[in-house]
């Protein structure tokens, strides 16, 4: 079971002057239970490409199937298999806290179960859930306003909004844009603890490298609407030029030790692409010593 | 007389109404001309009910706040602030309004009545500042965020406003964008002298200032440079900031034994102390 998307190319505005194609021809496979983030420049077609996955947009051509259902159906027994598709899919967009709507937390949570036809006792569980989810506290929480909430906790308030549809993909397109520090740390700690209890596939659109270093096991980098690299965030950010040619940056450590590296601290390639500062820390102590050990041999 | 003075500053939002919120508490500082000072603080510490109050977007509910002297509560001299302190939002799609690039940058003068050819020199001028002369006859919305903060960038020039003030004017652009925007910052503050007053979450472009005040729930809670400031992780973490991560190098390598200066700053002073000399390295 995965999301699947082959040869899917897609067009803005057709025949218009503005007319701009987005997708070319993307084949890309989504693991269950992976975690992918879609990095590239402004442009380069990644949310274009999420909206797909999202079956907000379908492809001009080619195919969007999840668990093997076309998002893209026509009779009326594909479309009841597309719908089905769609719902295992929740979709968090940029700033989601512009979308609540509720007087209370507890309303703006239960919104989505609702349409989904769930009953009232089983729609308070959900909310319940998804609230110790986002650590939200229910009873303290639950009828207070979202809109007397902070930046980061409001955008946690609409992130449960989803996570009350139990979707077996989680789809969130920058979703730590705009939060303070402790807000970004909280959020990836948030989704990260997702995927360990529920085994959701996370899929995420970020132009943070931090971020995409920190919790993905799978990078797409995108440019011009076609995939530029693909593969483990260690292996995908250590092609330097590649990753500069898709306008991206390395993330900051890895430019770090590299340049410390390249000054002659005795750091293998491996020991550069480490993911935090407690590694490089010691990495960098390792091979300070080793040089040290050297100068004293001589 | 300092540019910007705020003196026992308050800002109350919903005063005596329910959800009533104190978001600046008896704030008293002042900024030089030619300054670059660096803004931090978490979500909802009062950052950008202060950057509104320096154009007079806000006013006081009590205190006060005087740019080049002029209270920003002198409700016949908000213009002339305006034409003092210019502002950069964090969403570059909220701020443009003409179809055309170069009508954008004209606007702000236009509104003050400039004769026109003194208009065309002030958008040739600021154009070129930010490197966006060859886009002058481009439609805003077909240019990338970065581009779309230099255009905004670019009118505050042609009011020929002393002062920036950027509110997370990085915050939704992508990696090369703020990259941009920020040596753009830095160029006009040194070249041109523009005192600049930067709203952050980045800790990485907050170094770069030469002041950084830190905020907490509306209180100014410290003020000093870089340097200074990010001596004390374990303080800005408790107030839900970071630090570099240079600096966080730094302390997690001398809690190691590792001899490095307790104010290195940059990634560049790091790679320098630690290859240059190698034997400075170790402690034993």
Redesign the interface.
């Known amino acids: 079971m995965a999301i699947e998307l082959q040869d899917v190319s897609f067009t803005y505005l057709p025949g218009t002057p503005y007319e701009r194609q987005a997708l070319r021809g993307i084949n890309l496979k989504i693991q269950e239970g992976s975690i992918t983030a879609l990095a590239g420049?402004?442009?380069s077609g990644k949310s274009t490409l999420l909206q797909h996955i999202g079956g907000l947009l379908h492809p001009d051509r080619g195919q969007v199937c999840i668990d093997g259902a076309d998002l893209a159906a026509h009779t009326k027994q594909e479309k009841r298999a597309a719908l089905a598709a769609c719902r295992k899919v929740g979709l968090v967009f940029q700033y989601a806290e512009h979308q609540l709507f509720e007087e209370s937390i507890y309303e703006d949570i239960a919104f989505g179960p609702r349409n989904f036809g769930l009953a009232e006792t089983d729609v308070e569980a959900r909310v319940r859930e998804a609230m110790a989810r986002v650590h939200l506290d229910y009873d303290a929480y639950r009828d207070r306003s979202p809109f007397?909430l902070?930046?980061?906790q409001m955008r946690r308030v609409a992130l449960a909004g989803v996570l009350a549809l139990h979707p077996a993909y989680l789809v969130l397109d920058e979703p730590t844009?705009?939060?303070?520090?402790?807000?970004?740390r909280e959020l990836l700690q948030m989704i990260r603890e997702l995927h360990a209890a529920e085994g959701t596939t996370i899929v995420f659109v970020s132009?943070?490298?931090e971020d995409v270093f920190a919790i993905a096991d799978e990078v797409v980098v995108l440019r011009q609407g076609m995939i530029l690299l693909q593969g483990a965030p260690a292996d995908v950010f250590a092609q330097g030029e590649q990753i500069a040619a898709a306008?991206?940056?390395q993330p900051?450590?890895m430019?770090?030790l590299s340049?410390?590296r390249a000054?002659?601290?005795p750091l293998s390639a491996e020991e550069t692409a480490v993911r935090t500062?407690?590694e490089?820390?010691?990495a960098?102590?390792c091979a300070?010593?080793e040089?040290?050990g050297r100068?004293h041999a001589q | 007389m300092a540019l910007i003075e705020i003196e026992h500053l308050s800002h109350v939002y919903h005063a005596g109404e329910e959800?009533e919120q104190t978001a600046l508490d008896d704030l008293s500082l002042s900024i030089e001309r030619g300054e670059f000072v660096a803004v931090l603080?978490?979500?909802?510490s009062g950052k950008s009910t202060l950057a509104k109050h320096l154009n007079a977007l806000l006013l006081p509910t009590s205190g006060a706040c005087r740019i080049d002297g002029i209270d920003t509560r002198e409700e016949a001299d908000v213009w002339r602030i305006r034409q003092k302190v210019g502002m950069v939002f964090?969403n570059p799609d909220n701020q443009l309004i003409a179809a055309v690039v170069e009508d954008d940058v004209a606007f702000g003068p236009e509104n003050l009545g400039v004769p026109s050819a003194e208009i065309r020199r002030r958008v040739d001028e600021a154009l070129k500042a930010v490197n966006m002369t060859e886009f002058r006859s481009y439609a805003p919305h077909l240019l990338?965020?970065?581009q779309k903060q230099r255009i905004a960038i670019a009118g505050t020039l042609a009011m020929q406003t002393e002062a920036i003030v950027f509110d997370?004017a990085t915050?939704?652009?992508?990696?090369?964008?703020r990259?941009e925007i920020l040596s753009i910052v830095q160029r006009l503050h040194e070249e041109q002298g523009i005192t600049v007053v930067y709203i952050t979450?980045f800790?990485?472009e907050a170094a770069a200032a030469d002041r950084i005040l830190v905020l907490d729930h509306g209180r100014l809670v410290m003020d000093a440079p870089p340097r200074e400031v990010f001596r004390h992780a374990r303080e800005l973490r408790a107030l839900?900031?970071?630090v570099p991560?240079?600096v966080?190098?730094r302390d997690?390598?001398r809690a190691?034994?590792?001899a490095l200066p307790e104010d290195l700053l940059t990634?560049a002073e790091?790679?320098?102390a630690?290859?240059g000399k190698?034997?400075a390295?170790?402690g034993d």
């Open positions: 420049h402004t442009g007397q902070s930046g980061g844009a705009g939060l303070d520090p402790r807000g970004r132009h943070n490298m306008g991206l940056r900051e450590l430019r770090l340049a410390l000054a002659g601290v500062p407690a490089a820390a010691q960098i102590v300070l010593k040089k040290g100068t | 959800g603080g978490s979500n909802g964090q990338s965020g970065g997370e915050a939704m652009l992508d990696p090369e964008g990259a979450h800790m990485e839900g900031l970071e991560l240079a966080e190098l997690r390598l190691a034994g590792v990634p790091l790679v320098a630690l290859s190698g034997g390295a170790s």
